[in-house]
């Protein structure tokens, strides 16, 4: 018994650590590209005109879609294991591209967190790689987009 107790004390630790280093880590992330080919970086509001238009794909956790998303989005996880450079590896990286639509000429919207978030970045680059041809990137992010106070959906 006083092990269990002594595990789950263990654990509660380490979660704890985890989220008070989660801040730093994310501070540390150096910003995603502001130039790129292959895709096109769109805008908040030139995000909001394709809402309804186009297949939104949120790349935070779940726990971060949960919050709040743009309105139809779909929550599609990015498993991070590459470095934060344009020239990353995407096979160490977790990215279920099944869930992309069939037609890789359809209209496909990749956001995350903001400037610092690669999971949207490495999304576009991987879809626009697998031949998809209408890739956008919402740079700016849910930080953007709750910025130019348009509506969120929970």
Aim: proline share 6%; net charge positive.
């Amino acid at each position: 018994m006083k092990n269990c107790k002594f595990d789950a004390l263990r654990a509660l630790a380490a979660a704890l650590m985890l989220m008070l280093c989660a801040p730093t880590i994310a501070a540390d992330k150096p910003e995603t590209p502001t130039t790129v080919s292959g895709f096109a970086i769109v805008t908040p509001e030139q995000a909001r005109a394709l809402v309804g238009k186009a297949s939104f794909y949120d790349m935070r956790s779940a726990i971060n879609y949960g919050k709040g998303h743009v309105q139809g989005a779909k929550a599609l996880p990015y498993g991070e294991k590459s470095g934060f450079t344009p020239d990353f590896d995407g096979s160490k990286d977790k990215f279920d591209m099944s869930k992309l639509p069939a037609d890789k000429s359809a209209t496909i919207v990749f956001y995350s967190d903001g400037p610092k978030g690669w999971k949207s970045y490495k999304a576009a680059v991987l879809a626009s790689k697998a031949g998809y041809t209408n890739v956008k990137w919402m740079h700016a992010g849910t930080t953007g987009w709750q910025a130019k106070g348009l509506p969120f959906a929970s």
